[in-house]
DNA sequence: TATTGTTATACTCTATAACTATA
DNA sequence: TATAGTTATAGAGTATAACAATA
């Protein structure tokens, strides 16, 4: 099936978020669905193990505001990583009502595996000059850098 | 809470991938998101309105193979839209076991609203200077040209 | 026999609302 | 009263397997 939407675009940026957006939807989706079937992860499984760092306990509601979604949600997908031993729920020691998240050993290794094989660059990518590499990378964080991330 | 991954990255090309990643996280999906949910459609309804194309009908298992799902998914998110008068199934003239997919005029509509509210750059891209929007696009299609896409 | 789309089944994700235990 | 997390519920998405109609 042909690409979504029909061009003319208001502005260089405004096409260069289309061919983004066309390079996740072609390689980055592919490439992480095949990824978390290898690992036996759902996709909200493997974002919340994305979201979780290794050694920073967060609050449930913490990682719900992460991936979007309501606190409700967060109880089965951490119930479901509890019982495959990748995180744990710990009290907090301020507040009774708060569960801390806690990635195990075991979640700490499905989860630098899962980072592995998402950050290769895609073929695309890869293929470009080592000046249009270069280029690209810096041009992109400006960009961030202009939006007060990082 | 903070970025998924740790740096130390392989090239400028997984950096600059990295970099896109979190520009989709933050930004593409904050806005489909909300862009949906104006339209009452859920998220494959919408992936599905936007790989039909108006005036070009496909069979089911076209689209099922662009959603990246199985055939019978298919049937149901078909069956909502259809009951929504966005698109319609019709016979197909040589092989009587294909339904061809026709996006409805109210489709069309729909379709083209949704794609109107996700064309806009985001913030980080449209602050950037017309200089480095330019060279972000141009780089972008070449990336796209060299791994023979368009 | 093989293929297209549907149905049946079971599991996961999702939001909403009601509940608990804390604060 | 308000908040963190759970439970209950209902709707939607997902893959697998079995099926009907057609090729």
Not at 78 to 107: C, F, I, N, Y
Request: hydrophobic share 45%; charged share 30%.
């Amino acid at each position: 099936m042909a690409a979504a939407a029909a061009p003319a675009h208001a502005s260089p940026a405004a096409e260069a978020w289309d061919l983004m957006a066309a390079l996740m939807q072609r390689y980055g989706k592919a490439r992480f669905m095949a990824a978390i079937a290898e690992l036996g992860l759902s996709p909200p499984q493997a974002m919340a193990l994305r979201m979780l760092r290794p050694e920073h306990p967060v609050p449930m509601s913490e990682l719900a505001g992460a991936l979007g979604c309501d606190n409700s949600n967060v109880t089965g997908i951490v119930d479901r990583l509890e019982d495959r031993g990748l995180v744990e729920r710990r009290s907090a020691p301020h507040d009774r009502r708060v569960k801390m998240l806690v990635v195990t050993a075991r979640g700490a290794e499905v989860r630098r595996r899962l980072a592995e094989r998402l950050a290769a660059a895609p073929e695309p990518l890869a293929r470009l000059g080592e000046d249009d590499q270069r280029a690209l990378r810096d041009i992109l964080r400006r960009a961030l850098e202009l939006a007060g991330e990082r």
